[in-house]
């Protein structure tokens, strides 16, 4: 099998995992200069500038059967594995071609986790040996040793270990040769190390520097949006992650254990990347998001909003008094501009317009403020109104539509052929 032929299967594989993110590029003119060969994705890094990554696997030669996963051994597709010196010397040629600017190297379990983890190393060694000194993102294989994991750490800039499945239940029914262990356990030690080696440079001994994060698959399983969210918690408190990725399930095979579905939940991952935002950088605790009598979040209406309007007692909020933390609870206030409220208000009085100069959207947050002890009608409203007007302007008519094409899908649109997911590296 050719080069060519590994990259097409490899690449095309690893576009499960969408703990890398990338941009849907698909400018395949088939001339000199096209941006679009497989396995390229797109991501941003910590500066908001767009990197584009090689993303493979080493290989799909996978010993597992987990059931949820295109590449189980029990599924009869092409199976293809680089050899190190291959992959670095790919990487190495994309390179110099201005195609990418760094690699994100994930794999199947081939033989055993550590002789997986040793080529993903050397295969990393080559590269950083012949100067490589761009990004690498490598994915960490559950019950590789320590040892090995050490290495990966400081050749790689990110690492990162799939979580998967949100529950011990759902991992032992549906990832048999997997156990919470295999995962805790490294993603424990890579945080140890990471904080143990934090602030040294890179190239003199730091350890993953652009730190770890992890996946989890929704929709593969009962499991509840409280479920993910307390765990996505416990991970960003625990192990210090830098990025909970979720992945809505992609049906691939017809496995009586998984839940059934005929188009990956993409509503139900935005909502859940929302309410990620809220855990990260608005001060919500997974519980107050989530509790036993709404286990689920609302397609309809974002988390902050749905918050909001369950909440009547935190509100009105008086925009000219509130602290940075009250103000990051109103619908409408992002963080940029509750911070530029607080700095304007040192300066003088703040009315409506001003609110809408320093970014505020006020159609959403006129229902929960008031400014200088005024109010619009809106704040006058009952909490099903409030919801149900809401609802008119969480406008996502695309995304109420979206849908993912399954592998068995006919016709895959051309884009998809290129890889295309979204996300962001930090
Ligand atoms: S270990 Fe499981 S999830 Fe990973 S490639 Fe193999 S079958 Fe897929």
């Known amino acids: 099998m050719d080069i060519v032929e590994k990259l097409s299967i490899l690449g095309a594989a690893a576009k499960y995992d969408a703990s890398c993110s990338s941009s849907g590029s698909n400018?395949?003119?088939?001339?000199?200069?096209?941006?679009?060969?497989?396995?390229?994705?797109h991501s941003w890094g910590a500066d908001g500038r767009c990197i584009s990554l090689l993303k493979v696997l080493y290989t799909n030669k996978c010993i597992y059967k987990c059931a949820y996963c295109h590449n189980s051994a029990d599924n009869d597709i092409p199976r293809a594995e680089f050899t190190p010196k291959e992959l670095c010397d790919l990487t190495q040629s994309f390179y110099r071609?201005?195609?990418?600017?760094?690699?994100?190297?994930?794999s199947a379990v081939v033989r055993s986790p550590d002789y997986t983890m040793e080529r993903m190393n050397e295969t990393m060694k080559l590269l950083r040996d012949i100067g490589f000194g761009g990004y690498i993102h490598v994915k960490a294989i559950p019950g590789a040793s320590k040892l090995l994991l050490d290495e990966a750490g400081y050749l790689a800039d990110r690492m990162s270990i799939n979580i998967e499945l949100p529950s011990h239940e759902s991992l032992k029914l549906l990832a048999p040769d997997k156990s919470?262990?295999?995962?805790?356990?490294?993603?424990?030690?890579?945080?140890?190390?990471?904080?143990?080696?934090?602030?040294a440079q890179k190239g003199s001994g730091a350890f993953a520097p652009a730190g770890q994060s992890t996946q989890i698959i929704i929709g593969a399983t009962p499991d509840t949006d409280k479920q993910i969210l307390s765990l996505t918690q416990g991970l960003y408190n625990k192990y210090q992650l830098k990025r909970v990725y979720y992945s809505a399930y992609m049906p691939v095979t017809n496995h009586k254990a998984l839940v059934h579905i005929t188009r990956p939940p993409l509503l139900r991952e935005h909502r859940l990347y929302q309410a990620d935002w809220l855990l990260r950088f608005y001060g919500f605790k997974a519980e107050e998001i989530l509790d036993d009598s709404m286990p689920m979040l609302?397609?309809?209406?974002?988390?902050?909003?749905?918050?909001?309007?369950?909440?009547?007692?935190?509100f009105p909020v008086e925009v000219n008094r509130a602290s940075l933390e009250v103000l990051l609870r109103v619908p409408g206030i992002g963080n940029i501009s509750a911070r530029r409220?607080?700095?304007?208000?040192?300066?003088?009085?703040?009315?409506?317009?001003?609110?809408?100069?320093?970014?505020?959207?006020?159609?959403?947050?006129?229902?929960?403020?008031?400014?200088?002890?005024?109010?619009?009608?809106?704040?006058?409203?009952?909490?099903?109104?409030?919801?149900?007007?809401?609802?008119?302007?969480?406008?996502?008519?695309?995304?109420?539509?979206?849908?993912?094409m399954s592998v068995f899908e006919e016709k895959v649109p051309k884009t998809f052929q290129m890889l295309p997911t979204v996300g962001r590296l930090q």
Request: include cysteine; aromatic fraction near 10%; hydrophobic fraction near 40%.
């Open 180 to 199: 919470k262990n295999s995962i805790l356990d490294p993603m424990n030690h890579i945080s140890n190390r990471i904080i143990e080696y934090a602030g």
């Open 27 to 41: 400018r395949n003119t088939g001339k000199f200069g096209t941006a679009s060969l497989p396995g390229i994705c």
């Open 341 to 404: 409220i607080i700095r304007a208000r040192r300066i003088g009085r703040l009315s409506f317009d001003d609110l809408k100069k320093l970014g505020a959207v006020l159609k959403r947050a006129a229902y929960f403020i008031t400014c200088n002890g005024k109010y619009t009608p809106h704040l006058m409203m009952s909490a099903e109104g409030m919801y149900r007007s809401l609802i008119t302007l969480d406008k996502r008519p695309s995304f109420n539509n979206a849908i993912q």
């Open 298 to 314: 609302d397609v309809n209406l974002d988390p902050k909003a749905c918050w909001a309007v369950r909440h009547s007692e935190f």
């Open 97 to 106: 071609r201005n195609y990418i600017e760094g690699l994100f190297l994930s």
